[in-house]
Every structure is written in C-alpha cells, then in structure tokens.
C-alpha cells in the first residue's frame, strides 16, 4: 500500500515546463503503431462498432485498403503526448484543430513531429503545430494545438495535500 502512494505521490510531484520555460521552436517527436489489441480496446470501452475499423470487406467497399484507426486514437496520441512530454504533466489542452489527411491502417508505424510556433505569455498559452506521417513518409494528419502550460506551484504545499489525501484514504 505504501509503495503505490509513494508513486503516486512522485507521479503528483512530475510537472511539465511552465510558459516562462518554453521557447518557440521547442520540439519533440513521437512514434506510435497502434496495434490490433489496443484498437479493440478502445472499440470496446467507447461502443464504437463501426466496421470501417475492424472488417477488412466493409472497408475495401468504402475504398480504402484495409480496416482503418479511428481518427479520434490518433488524437489521443497527440494529447497524451502533450500531457506526458510537451510541455508535459499539469499542461490543459484548450483548443485543437486538426486536419486527417489520409487513412492511418492497424498496425501502422506513424511518427507525430510536435513544435512550439508560439507562446503568448498574455494569455498564458502557447500553440503547438503538430505533423503525422507514415511509414511511407506521407502526411496523414495536421494540427494546431493551443495549450495552458502548467504553472509553478509550491512543492511543499503539494505534498502536504497529498499526505492529507492519504490519511483520509486509509
């Protein structure tokens, strides 16, 4: 039990870079192939049941080569990615626009390159251009993201709260 708070209290203790940290021109690239199974996962978890996703037959119908990825999984790659790395935990999504450019198929390998192109430090946001690419080099999908970085916060303070949270939990 102990071992689970203490991650849980490293995790809460991770925070991304605050707007004062962040340039434009920071980068980051990210590659991800979503398998079959985490494709069946997130059908489940949603309902989702159209066979554009998972019945090859239906899918050649519809002209395309094969089942195809949900457009909303390759979205969750590029939040995820904000959330995690850039500029990472506390980071709130406020605004995405995003063109999908050419289907992405099960168990494609895509890599998503995400930059900086403006941080508003009025606004405390800064918008992230995001480009997603296949295996072939072609472009399956474009973005503009506009995030709130997370601001500092008192360390100390944090812990306190969690601690407190604990206690009430045990």
Known sequence: ESRRVSCMQDDALRRGKSIDEIKEGDSLTVTECISERELLIYLGLTNDSNPLYVQTAFAQSMGYKAPVVPPVMLSGILTSSISKLLPGPGSEIVNVA?????????????????????????????????????????????????????????????????????????
């Open 98 to 170: 995003t063109n999908f450019i050419e289907p992405v198929y099960h168990e494609e390998t895509i890599t998503f390159t995400f930059e900086v192109i403006k941080v508003d430090l009025m606004k405390e946001v800064i918008m992230i251009s995001v480009e997603g690419t296949n295996e072939n080099g072609n472009r399956i999908l474009d973005s503009v993201i506009m995030v709130r970085p997370p601001r500092r916060f008192n360390h100390q303070q944090l812990e306190n709260n969690l601690e407190k949270e604990v206690e009430k939990n045990e």
